[in-house]
């Protein structure tokens, strides 16, 4: 492990497993929540889940003392994007993001919108999505190295004013020695050792993830899919506190 990642140390008194409802309709997503625990995990409610069941469900998961990741990486002009981020902070949600291409002038118009909340989201940037690859960055006219767009996204996102970014773990272990500790990192792609990476094509353990400099991981189907929900929360929170002990 680099020497820089001893520098990093998370605080397990909070949950640090994002749960993501990766379900078509707000039923599916509800009994998998009534097997979870908010004093555990938070969740994280994306697209499909959003535009099939809205905020209504954003807002009871919110009441039932969750808290909400709501991923709808929002990218549009500076007003729009500053009316979204204001509506999901009425929602009450823990976190929300959008895309750093949006540009400087978005993301500060995104905070500003959110600026005066004594309780607001985090507000976090997506830099380039993992899909992408040098091909199809090159076909949107972003020429040369994923990581090096990936790097420059999440600086304009730091000096923007923003929480954090979420990124992949590979992008992680860069990216953490050149941010303060309070920049958050929120990785996806996480897998214990030996599980079935699913669609991912690159999976980290939740330790290596830590490790990297994660200060949330992103976890579905782990989860989601397994028979005993809590107990596979369980398993992936164990492994997690193994790196805090070898930091410590
Ligand atoms: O089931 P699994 O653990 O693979 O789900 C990962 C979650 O993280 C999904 O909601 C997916 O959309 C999200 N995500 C990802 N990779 C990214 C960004 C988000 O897997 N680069």
Same mark, same amino acid.
């Given at each position: 492990m680099p020497s820089a990642d001893r520098t990093h140390q998370c605080d397990f008194a909070e949950p640090r497993i994002v749960v993501a409802l990766d379900f @078509?309709?707000?039923?599916? /997503?509800?009994?998998? *929540?009534?097997?979870?625990?908010p004093a555990r995990c938070r969740l994280k409610v994306g697209k499909e889940l959003f535009v099939r069941a809205g905020p209504e469900l954003v807002k009871r998961l919110v009441d039932r003392g969750y808290s909400v990741f709501l991923d709808l990486k929002f990218h549009d002009i500076?007003?729009?994007?500053?009316? @979204?981020?204001?509506?999901? /902070?009425?929602?009450? *949600?823990?976190?929300?993001n959008v895309h750093a291409l949006g540009g400087k002038e978005m993301l500060e118009a995104a905070r500003r919108a959110i600026d005066s909340d004594s309780q607001r989201p985090l507000l976090i940037g997506v830099t380039i999505l993992t899909s992408?690859?040098?091909?199809?960055?090159?076909?949107?006219?972003l020429q040369g190295d994923p990581l090096v767009a990936v790097g420059r996204l999440a600086e304009?996102?730091?000096?923007t004013?923003?929480?954090?970014?979420?990124?992949?773990?590979?992008e992680a272990s860069g990216l953490r020695?050149?941010?303060?500790?309070d920049f958050r990192l929120i990785v996806p792609g996480i897998r214990v050792l030996g599980a079935q990476a699913d669609d991912q094509r690159r999976v980290v353990t939740p330790a290596a993830a830590v490790a990297a400099g994660a200060d949330y991981l992103?976890?579905?189907?782990?989860?989601?899919?397994?028979?005993?929900?809590?107990?596979?929360l369980s398993v992936l929170e164990q492994e997690m506190?193994?790196?805090?002990?070898?930091?410590?």
């Open positions: @078509a309709s707000a039923g599916q /997503a509800l009994d998998l *929540v009534d097997r979870l625990d500076p007003n729009t994007v500053a009316g @979204a981020c204001r509506a999901a /902070a009425d929602l009450g *949600v823990w976190m929300v992408h690859d040098t091909q199809s960055l090159g076909e949107i006219g304009l996102t730091q000096r004013g923003l929480d954090g970014i979420v990124c992949s773990a590979q020695v050149r941010f303060a500790k992103v976890v579905g189907r782990p989860i989601t899919q397994a028979a005993d929900p809590l107990q596979a506190r193994s790196v805090r002990r070898r930091l410590d």
